[in-house]
């Protein structure tokens, strides 16, 4: 048996055993005791004649009562300790066994193994403790698998444009291929990719632990958009997308860090011009939320589907791996735009219908002027 149930159980035993033999004592005291005063006082007469004790003035009746009161007690109280003993048992094992799981549980998460849960069967501070223990391990166990999955992504990530540099390294090395311009230009884009992904790896892993905090001063969203878009026009002409803004007029200043808005803007009308066929629409409207500016990227593009919705703010998530690897995509422009903003005490979202279009939408504080 469990050290904590035998231990709870000995408690309650003994407590409620100290109870009933004192109560047994005091309850002997007070029939002898007034038994004795019943006696006297009808003895009295006799008794101040024969100078005798109250001993001396029961009969063989009185003994008698005497006797079988005290063995009504013991056997009551014999009863009782029997009741006690299984009483004691039922509560000890109702609050020592929740805690007992508990322990077990959690020297199994200890040594790693993360799939165990506990019953909830209650609502007090025990059942709301196991829900709590429960959703620990739920989310060390998704943690876990997130920092596998992006493990696996980097080795994946960097793999490529290494095995593709180490190849032609070593065809040139071996007068295999001869660097022309053109060859040179196609290595330094890997490297460029390479760079950029390390870059964009560290920023994440920075704003992730809080270690990258956005410069924050007020400034004005709507030159912010207005520049991205002009910047971002020729890439949606040479595509034949219609890309323009639609600002609210009066749009207050926000509190942000101007390069990682910019960075988010650029993330994600970029996406949008990538994932828009020709003759699209790519429309930027920017309004005010309560305490928030609310920026929404919509595009009539390819659209997401819901199962992959989800998953588009993970690190390397791409719905069509192939298809975005051509275009350079890492799948990691969407995971910075939602550190960044959440960086910033903001959010972001996506809506989206498979063939139909996606909506990005980014919320960052307004400056409290
Ligand atoms: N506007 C959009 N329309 C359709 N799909 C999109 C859109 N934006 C993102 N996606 C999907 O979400 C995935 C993740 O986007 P994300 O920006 O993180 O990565 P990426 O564009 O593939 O690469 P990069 O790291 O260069 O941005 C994309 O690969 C694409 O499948
Ligand atoms: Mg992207």
């Known amino acids: 048996m469990h050290s904590l149930l035998i231990r709870v159980m000995t408690t309650f035993f003994f407590t409620t055993v100290i109870v009933i033999v004192g109560l047994m004592l005091v309850v002997n005291y007070q029939v002898s005791e007034n038994f004795n005063s019943y006696l006297y006082m009808s003895g009295m007469h006799g008794m101040m004649m024969n100078h005798g004790n109250m001993a001396s003035m029961m009969g063989a009746p ?8 005290k063995q009504s007690l013991l056997l009551a109280a014999g009863a009782m300790l029997f009741i006690v003993a299984g009483i004691s048992y039922y509560l000890a094992r109702n609050i020592a066994t929740p805690v007992i799981d508990l322990n077990q549980a959690v020297n199994a998460v200890a040594e790693g193994n993360l799939d165990v849960a506990v019953a909830v069967e209650r609502q007090d501070e025990v059942g709301q403790l196991a ?18 999955r992006f493990l696996a992504g980097v080795a994946h990530e960097l793999r490529t444009p290494l095995t593709i540099l180490k190849a032609n ?6 007068g295999v291929i001869i660097p022309d311009a053109e060859q040179m230009n196609s290595l330094t884009e890997e490297v460029d990719r390479l ?3 390390v870059g964009e790896l560290r920023n994440l892993s ?3 632990v809080g270690q990258l905090q956005p410069e924050i001063a007020p400034m004005d969203i709507k030159q912010l958009v207005t520049q991205v878009v002009l910047k ?10 219609n890309l323009h803004s639609e600002t609210d007029e009066r749009l207050p200043l926000i509190l942000a860090d101007g390069n990682m808005v910019n960075q988010m803007m650029y993330n994600l009308i970029l996406n949008s011009i990538k994932y828009t066929p020709s003759s699209g629409q790519i429309t930027i409207v920017a309004t005010t939320e309560g305490s928030m500016v609310k920026i929404k990227v919509i595009d009539t593009g390819i659209g997401i589907a819901v199962e992959d919705l989800e998953h588009v703010f993970d690190y390397f998530y791409r719905v069509d791996p192939a298809r975005t690897k051509v275009s350079g995509g890492t799948g990691l422009g969407l995971a910075l735009v939602k550190q960044m903003a959440l960086a910033h005490g903001g959010q ?3 809506e989206s219908k498979l063939g139909q279009g996606s909506t990005f939408t980014v919320l960052l504080p307004i400056h409290p002027q």
């Open 169 to 174: 390294l070593e065809g040139i090395a071996d």
């Open 206 to 208: 920075l704003l992730e």
């Open 62 to 69: 009185e003994k008698q009562f005497f006797m079988s009161l």
């Open 348 to 350: 972001v979202k996506a």
């Open 131 to 148: 829900i709590a223990f429960n959703t620990m391990t739920t989310k060390l166990k998704s943690n876990t698998l997130l920092r596998q």
């Open 232 to 241: 971002s026009k020729p890439l949606a002409n040479a595509k034949n997308i």
């Open 195 to 197: 760079t950029k992904m």
